[in-house]
């Protein structure tokens, strides 16, 4: 009983920092448009494939992370159910 109360208000507190999150991230996102715009309006403007890659780094490591995180859950689920079907 104990563990599922701890669960539920994990899950909330985590879910509260989640929607807190995203408006620093909208005015980075924000301050990355305009730099990009402004380059392509001088005629030696800087290459913009640094940037991009550096926001599909940033973009794939919450999904590792993720991923990781479903993977060891999966895992530990399944030897559970392997230990209780004995």
């Keep these: 009983m104990k563990k599922t109360i701890f669960a539920g208000t994990l899950a909330l507190l985590l879910g509260v920092l989640l929607s807190v999150l995203p408006l620093s991230v909208q ?3 924000t301050m990355c448009k305009t ?3 402004a380059s392509r309006q001088e005629k030696d403007g800087y290459d913009t494939t640094g940037l991009n890659k550096g926001i599909l780094y940033l973009m794939t490591i919450p999904y590792v992370l993720m991923g990781t995180v479903g993977y060891f859950w ?3 689920s399944k030897k559970k159910k392997v230990a209780n079907s004995r």
Excluded: P
């Design 27 to 29: 005015a980075q996102c």
């Design 35 to 37: 730099q990009v715009e």
């Design 74 to 76: 999966y895992r530990n």
